[in-house]
């Protein structure tokens, strides 16, 4: 349901709420703009003054940003009522807000924040009257993490654009300003002003488990440009960019969700590598960089995973590299910071790292608590918890956060999701297909010489908000070009009763396309297609997430990468198959053989191309 016209809270309401709080500020930020002059700064000494009136459990409250369950901010379901009193110990929003102070809130999917952008935006107005209406209340940062591609917590019907490894195959700056600018413009218009994005890593290892396509690839100048270039898009659109996870995650074999990854490059690869988009990111004047639980000895010897490490936040970070901005933590509910210290212990030494917003964290209960007892006991100063405060503050009044937190429904209809954003995403989509194999010109396929085609293979559960599935996409998009197509789901482990039936099904058809997710030497992914090719039918075969599918099935006559599952690269992948567009990525990373990964089958900028009528 939409919130009410009449109810929702004015520009005059918001001023009102907050004037005993911010008086004193005299704001010249410009909402929809990044504030890069002198000139559009808020006033330095009105926000100090600011900081000097709140009270150290204020001051505490203002560097968390939490997860909360639910649609509303005061009227949750009873399921997220019930996960909420769980996990966090109050039934909702209004309640952590009021209890905690949070100076941040993260949506997420999973947390049934993001039904619909109407109700995201109803959700961000009620989180901002219950902050405001605290004593001495403040406007919260609403943030979340709206990568695109493989992650994205904002769904149909906002736009949504192909993912970082994706872009990085059409090697546009300006498709990935774009992306950013866009994208930005629909986030602000729900009330989320702080994106976690985007990725910065440089995916230089093909067996990364959590990173991988969401890279822009594995050339640091090109990932650099990039960065850079989305940063700015974002930023323009008044919503704060941060690039992650800092030092670099590109080269580990651990997901840091449930390990503690160890990179073991030099000081000087480091430099050369991982730090290259950091580095562009910083004079793209990024407003947040957000930390990696992984270890880096070269850089920090101690053991302590980055998010913990003064060397590597403080030394290199703030003092090497000058970066004066916002520091988050990546969710401290991961097992990569959680391995060697307690939770009690993690906020707090993650403060004296030179962190400035604690992201997300077990129980807030017990890292609050930690945090305040620590400045209490000494090991903590509050002039230390003062500089934090002062940089969330300056971010949120650079964002317009202290003129005017709240969003409109006119601001959605207008801006989430609009006919133009969805035909630029579909645009930028179509320069990232990479075609890699195309033998005796297979690819495009004619509806003339094959109109009878079969839609096979794996398909994973969508990245959120997109139709899906993958084979069901597929097949409707090649059905609207004209072809006959019938959708066959096989899965990412096709049992042999699946893979009978696929193979009985193509003898019915013209031609196959078959999806393929992660394939592995040994997998019944790998069996499917070779399955398929032995029936003679014409097989075209498209790597839905990780390009490096391809050196497992070296008999495929025609081999396409989308970096992704999302519909609107799958779109833009049959519109290839079938003539309507030509492919035109190249691949960001290279493919090494399969049975030599030493000697590389496809470098970084391969891909093929045609010419379509």
Do not use: C
């Amino acid at each position: 349901m939409r919130p009410s016209r009449s109810s929702r809270p004015t520009r005059r309401t918001v001023l009102a709420a907050t004037a005993g709080t911010t008086a004193a500020l005299a704001l010249s930020t410009t909402p929809v703009r990044a504030a890069e002059d002198a000139a559009d700064r808020p006033d330095e000494s009105s926000l100090r003054a600011l900081v000097s009136r709140m009270t150290l459990e204020e001051k505490v409250g203002q560097l968390f940003v939490m997860r909360v369950y639910g649609h509303s901010a005061t009227a949750p379901d009873q399921a997220d009522i019930d996960t909420n009193l769980e996990e966090l110990g109050v039934r909702t929003a209004a309640e952590l807000i009021a209890k905690y102070r949070v100076g941040g809130i993260i949506y997420f999917t999973w947390a049934h924040n993001t039904r619909d952008p109407h109700q995201i935006a109803a959700l961000s107005n009620g989180i901002q009257k219950v902050s405001l209406d605290q004593p001495r209340g403040l406007p919260v940062l609403i943030s979340t993490d709206q990568e695109y591609g493989a992650v994205a917590r904002v769904g149909k019907p906002a736009t949504l654009f192909p993912g970082a490894m994706a872009l990085g195959a059409g090697g546009s700056r300006e498709d990935a300003r774009a992306v950013g600018r866009i994208g930005g413009a629909e986030l602000r218009a729900l009330g989320i002003r702080q994106d976690y994005s985007p990725v910065a890593d440089v995916n230089v290892n093909p067996a990364n488990p959590v990173i991988g396509v969401r890279s822009f690839g594995a050339d640091p100048d090109a990932v650099a440009g990039l960065v850079a270039a989305e940063v700015k898009g974002y930023q323009s659109a008044g919503v704060a960019a941060t690039s992650k996870h800092f030092p670099g995650h590109g080269d580990t074999a651990v997901d840091s969700h449930y390990g503690f990854p160890v990179i073991t490059h030099s000081r000087e690869l480091w430099s050369t590598l991982d730090a290259v988009p950091f580095r562009a990111a910083i004079r793209a004047g990024v407003d947040s960089i957000m930390t990696a639980h992984i270890m880096v000895p070269a850089l920090d010897p101690s053991g302590d995973p980055a998010t913990l490490s003064h060397p590597i936040l403080t030394g290199i970070l703030r003092e090497e590299l000058g970066y004066d901005g916002l520091v988050v933590t990546d969710s401290l509910g991961m097992e990569g910071v959680r391995t060697k210290y307690g939770d009690d212990r993690v906020p707090v030494l993650a403060l004296k790292a030179g962190v400035d917003q604690l992201l997300n964290p077990p129980s807030i209960e017990v890292a609050w608590n930690a945090v305040l007892s620590a400045v209490h006991g000494g090991e903590l100063t509050e002039a230390r918890l003062d500089e934090s405060v002062l940089r969330v503050l300056r971010l949120k009044a650079k964002l317009g956060l202290l003129e005017n937190p709240y969003v409109t429904d006119a601001g959605v209809d207008h801006t989430v999701g609009t006919a133009t954003h969805r035909r630029t995403a579909d645009r930028i989509a179509e320069r990232t297909t990479t075609l890699l194999v195309n033998e005796e010109r297979l690819l495009p396929l004619s509806r003339r010489r094959t109109p009878r085609v079969l839609v096979v293979g794996a398909d994973p559960a969508s990245p959120s908000g997109t139709d899906g599935p993958p084979t069901t996409v597929l097949a409707t998009a090649l059905t609207e070009l004209g072809f006959t197509t019938t959708a066959l789901s096989t899965g990412t482990t096709p049992s042999a009763e699946g893979i009978d039936q696929a193979v009985a099904a193509a003898a019915g058809v013209d031609a196959v396309v078959v999806g393929t997710y992660n394939v592995t030497a040994t997998g019944s992914q790998k069996t499917l297609v070779e399955r398929l090719l032995a029936t003679g039918v014409p097989l075209v075969a498209i790597a839905i997430r990780n390009p490096y599918d391809v050196a497992q099935l070296p008999d495929v006559r025609a081999y396409l990468a989308t970096y992704s599952w999302t519909d609107v690269e799958l779109r833009a992948a049959a519109r290839v198959i079938g003539g309507a567009a030509r492919p035109r990525g190249k691949l960001p990373v290279a493919v090494d053989r399969a049975d030599d990964p030493a000697k590389v089958l496809y470098p970084i900028g391969y891909g093929l191309t045609y010419q379509v009528r």
